[in-house]
């Protein structure tokens, strides 16, 4: 029985961006090497998210969609978006009672926003 996520690992060809687009979001990332190369990593809640290079031989089509929860989406999607990050789409309301924002971060993976309209 699945009772959450335990990591989300993503393989980066442009490590560096993809840390600064993660900052921005809020995502306390810092780099380690515990003897497989430097990668950056933080803790979210119990949840370990980790970004790796993937090298230049990385090339795919975004398969990889992940949620992060977003209390305050409306004031947080204004603020990235003075920070110049670009959203696929802008906040709104779903049929399953969520609020996304949907962007992309620099090696084309989906990200989704969201927050529950009782937030």
């Known amino acids: 029985m699945i009772e ?14 993809s840390v600064k687009f993660y900052k921005e979001l809020g995502i306390p990332l ?7 190369g430097q990668h950056a990593e933080a803790d979210l809640g119990g949840c370990h998210f980790a970004i790796f290079p ?3 031989e990385l090339s795919h089509t975004p398969n ?10 409306e004031s947080f999607y204004e603020e990235l978006l003075k920070k110049g990050i670009k959203f696929t789409s ?9 609020v996304t924002a949907e962007l992309n971060d620099p090696d084309g993976n989906a990200v989704t926003l969201m927050r529950w309209k009782e937030d």
Request: charge should be negative.
């Open 64 to 73: 990889v969609r992940f949620s992060l929860h977003t209390p305050d989406l």
């Open 4 to 17: 959450g996520v335990n990591a989300i690992l993503i393989s980066s060809s442009d490590v560096s961006s």
């Open 54 to 56: 993937g090298g230049e």
């Open 90 to 98: 802008p906040p709104e309301e779903k049929p399953f009672g969520g």
């Open 30 to 36: 810092v780099t380690h090497d515990h003897g497989g």
